[in-house]
């Protein structure tokens, strides 16, 4: 039987509940005709904002995506660097802009590269973070390429906190991957951050920032 075109709404479907504005149809073998109107599933990422580009820069900001909205945020990036043994640093924004003083920069790192070799990195009190160490600039393979969960970065009283997973090419390009986490000592409302490597400039970027929405 062939249905003509524009007949098919709700009334004409069988299914076991009654609707509810917002609900999604989901199947259940169980119930009546197989069907049943279900609250859609809450929780996931809100696109916010990105940043690429090709040619060379002193610097990356990507600033004003974060805000009272979402309580933690997601970040993934990719990052080339000009020059091999250059690394990678990183610094936060607030409301008055580049936070570079005072030492409220902790990281714990530790990574293993694809010949067994582990490395553990370790910084406190400093003025950035250190997301790397010792990067080859291969920009067929790319320096480093990451992700960051944010742990709320604007919450009154708490210090931000963010996990940090990564894989990065070292000096020799050998594949290097890497876990930690990044703690903002102050308790800043942030806003964003600032990226920038350690010798020359970084040649390639791409940087995509989320919401997370909490379930």
């Not at 076991?16 to 999604?24: A, E, H, I, L, Q």
């Not at 960051?148 to 050998?174: E, V």
């Not at 920038?196 to 970027?205: E, F, R, S």
């Amino acid at each position: 039987t062939v249905i003509a075109d524009n007949i098919i709404d709700e009334a004409n479907l069988k299914v076991s509940n009654t609707p509810t504005n917002g609900y999604m149809l989901t199947a259940q073998s169980g119930n009546t005709g197989g069907l049943t109107w279900a609250d859609a599933p809450s929780g996931g990422l809100v696109p916010l904002t990105q940043s690429s580009g090709t040619s060379g820069t002193d610097n990356v900001i990507v600033n004003g995506w974060i805000s009272d909205t979402y309580e933690d945020y997601l970040m993934t990036y990719q990052i080339n660097v000009e020059t091999t043994g250059a690394d990678l640093n990183m610094t936060l924004y607030d409301a008055s802009g580049n936070i570079s003083s005072g030492n409220e920069y902790d990281s714990a790192h530790i990574g293993v590269d694809t010949g067994g070799s582990t490395q553990t990195r370790c910084n406190s009190g400093q003025n950035n973070f250190r997301l790397s160490h010792g990067m080859n600039n291969d920009s067929g393979r790319i320096s480093i390429t990451g992700q960051m969960r944010w742990l709320h970065p604007r919450k009154s009283g708490k210090r931000t906190t963010i996990l940090h997973d990564s894989r990065m090419l070292n000096n020799s390009a050998t594949v290097r991957s890497q876990t930690g986490v990044l703690e903002f000592k102050a308790t800043n409302a942030l806003t964003g951050f600032y990226m920038n490597a350690t010798a020359d400039q970084i040649d390639y970027w791409q940087i995509r920032c989320y919401g997370i929405v909490n379930s």
